[in-house]
Nanobody, 125 residues
């Protein structure tokens, strides 16, 4: 069973940048499509981005496209989410997740099999 641990969250001013990391263990990262989701207080978990097993295919939520970039380094068992031009509405707990669907097209949280504990991102205005 794969374990996921997110890091890199924190407090940043609007317009700033953060890079989240998702370190994996207990499995072969290249066996999974990976996704990023976020959840703000009182809201449902929201799709952010997904990446295929090779990193060759990525999808982004409309509101993040052009500002967020996901990548992966299978040799380092790590997935990344680079976030630029952050806005206060990006404030949420960010989660990485692993899916047995490897093509990177899974955008529903129900399609993911393993989850990290989340990392808080707070964007101040």
């Amino acid at each position: 069973q794969v374990q996921l641990v997110e890091s890199g969250g924190g407090l940043v001013q609007a317009g700033g940048s953060l890079r989240l990391s998702c370190a994996t263990s207990g499995g072969t990262l290249s066996s999974y499509g990976m996704g990023w989701f976020r959840q703000a207080p009182g809201k449902e978990r929201e799709f952010v981005a997904t990446i295929s097993w090779s990193g060759g295919t990525t999808y982004y939520a409309v509101s993040m496209k052009g500002r967020f970039t996901t990548s992966r380094d299978n040799a380092k068992n790590t997935v990344y989410l680079h976030m630029n031009s952050l806005k206060p509405e990006d404030t949420a707990v960010y989660y990485c997740a692993a899916s047995w669907r490897t093509d990177g097209s899974e955008r529903s949280p129900h399609g993911y099999n393993y989850w990290g504990q989340g990392t808080q991102v707070t964007v101040s205005s």
